[in-house]
T-cell receptor
Framework: NAGVTQTPKFQVLKTGQSMTLQCAQDMNHEYMSWYRQDPGMGLRLIHYSVGAGITDQGEVPNGYNVSRSTTEDFPLRLLSAAPSQTSVYFC?????????FGPGTRLLVL | LAKTTQPISMDSYEGQEVNITCSHNNIATNDYITWYQQFPSQGPRFIIQGYKTKVTNEVASLFIPADRKSSTLSLPRVSLSDTAVYYCLVGDSRGTALIFGKGTTLSVSS
């Protein structure tokens, strides 16, 4: 199993640009989530999904959209990037109470 | 959503036992307690999970008192490589979003 994979590893955007952060898992987990982590901070939940076709907002959903068309994929979309969205983004899938995290995507918005 | 409170930081020396306590006063009946470890530039990694009393695995022990309003992660004989941020989470398996706090930064010195 590859576990949870994320692409790209690093991205630079200009203010106002849009992009999609990709996340995929091959463990057939129903639950997936997106977190952001700012320097020196803990992880903050952006959006999560309890299964294909079902998504919900977390702590900091503004500026981000998600969809869950398949069990495997859970992309995160930034519609109009802002410097405040500069962060490291982690995707996770979950089995029971255990979450499995991807390696993260470092995003810099200029 | 159950909130957790942990010390911001702890210092230790190699070979010592480290105990990190987490408070979760509003833990629900179905909630489990899970601890994660995060190294710089990596996603969090599952350490241990429990519901009540004591759980032990190859890397740590988790002590949970009868009232379950707190828990203590015990790391025996820490080494330099145990320097990391440790997060305590509570949640259940019914799809509730798992919220991370700021965690405890453990620094191990020689």
């Amino acid at each position: 199993n590859a576990g949870v994979t994320q692409t790209p590893k690093f991205q630079v955007l200009k203010t106002g640009q849009s992009m999609t952060l990709q996340c995929a898992q091959d463990m057939n987990h129903e639950y997936m989530s997106w977190y952001r982590q700012d320097p020196g901070m803990g992880l903050r939940l952006i959006h999560y999904s309890v299964g294909a076709g079902i998504t919900d907002q977390g702590e900091v959903p503004n500026g981000y959209n998600v969809s869950r068309s398949t069990t495997e994929d859970f992309p995160l979309r930034l519609l109009s990037a802002a410097p405040s969205q500069t962060s490291v983004y982690f995707c996770a899938s979950r089995w029971g109470e255990t979450q499995y995290f991807g390696p993260g995507t470092r995003l810099l918005v200029l | 959503l159950a909130k957790t409170t942990q010390p911001i930081s702890m210092d230790s020396y190699e070979g010592q036992e480290v105990n990190i306590t987490c408070s979760h006063n509003n833990i629900a009946t179905n909630d489990y307690i899970t601890w994660y470890q995060q190294f710089p530039s990596q996603g969090p990694r599952f350490i241990i999970q429990g519901y009540k009393t004591k759980v032990t695995n190859e890397v740590a022990s988790l002590f949970i008192p009868a009232d379950r309003k707190s828990s203590t992660l015990s790391l025996p004989r820490v080494s330099l490589s145990d320097t990391a941020v440790y997060y305590c989470l509570v949640g259940d398996s019914r799809g509730t979003a798992l919220i991370f706090g700021k965690g405890t930064t453990l620094s191990v010195s020689s």
